[in-house]
T-cell receptor, first 113, second 115 residues
Framework: DAGVIQSPRHEVTEMGQEVTLRCKPI?????LFWYRQTMMRGLELLIY????????DSGMPEDRFSAKMPNASFSTLKIQPSEPRDSAVYFC???????????FGEGSWLTVV | DAKTTQPNSMESNEEEPVHLPCNHS???????IHWYRQLPSQGPEYVIH???SNVNNRMASLAIAEDRKSSTLILHRATLRDAAVYYCILRDVRGVGTGGFKTIFGAGTRLFVKA
């Protein structure tokens, strides 16, 4: 299996622009998580899905952030409009039914200037 | 959510054992103890998990206190590749209805390994 695949790996964008981060989960994994990591705040859970349905989005920082999972093979995290304080590494992760192991992607490194 | 407490950093010499502690005094009976580690510029990766009994795998051992209020991740022979941030987290696996799979990471312990 290719693991959790995220794109883009790196993105530099200007403040005010829309940013879309993409994630392809491991096939058969029913849970999908979006995390954000910064030096100041560490690894924060933004939102997670079960069977494509958002279960808990209490970690989403504000209305500028939105996440969707239109099918079992794809999820997006969108920031509109982006701000410099959104600069971070965004990780997508998935969990299978066994409930034991969370698999992380390599992350999307976002810089907003 | 039950919380964990870990030292900010630890240092070890290469090829010596490392004991990484974690306190989780408010752990509930349905919380599993999981350990992940994050190598530089990578996403976290699973290391080991357990409920009550000590556990061993090819990466590490997990020693769980009898009252389950603390645990220790043991790397038997540290190598330079083990330099990473190690996270101890609790996961309630009763199911989605109880928020069971909501997985929160703390600050972790940064392990430095000296050659």
């Amino acid at each position: 299996d290719a693991g959790v695949i995220q794109s883009p790996r790196h993105e530099v964008t200007e403040m005010g622009q829309e940013v879309t981060l993409r994630c392809k989960p491991i096939s058969g994994h029913d849970y999908l998580f979006w995390y954000r990591q910064t030096m100041m705040r560490g690894l924060e859970l933004l939102i997670y899905f079960n069977n494509n349905v958002p279960i808990d989005d209490s970690g989403m920082p504000e209305d500028r952030f939105s996440a969707k999972m239109p099918n079992a093979s794809f999820s997006t995290l969108k920031i509109q409009p982006s701000e410099p304080r959104d600069s971070a590494v965004y990780f997508c992760a998935t969990l299978g039914d066994s409930g034991n192991t969370i698999y992380f992607g390599e992350g999307s490194w976002l810089t907003v200037v | 959510d039950a919380k964990t407490t870990q030292p900010n950093s630890m240092e070890s010499n290469e090829e010596e054992p490392v004991h990484l502690p974690c306190n989780h005094s408010t752990i509930s009976g349905t919380d599993y103890i999981h350990w992940y580690r994050q190598l530089p510029s990578q996403g976290p990766e699973y290391v080991i998990h357990g409920l009550t009994s000590n556990v061993n795998n090819r990466m590490a051992s997990l020693a769980i206190a009898e009252d389950r209020k603390s645990s220790t991740l043991i790397l038997h022979r540290a190598t330079l590749r083990d330099a990473a941030v190690y996270y101890c987290i609790l996961r309630d696996v009763r199911g989605v209805g109880t928020g069971g799979f909501k997985t929160i990471f703390g600050a972790g312990t940064r392990l430095f390994v000296k050659a």
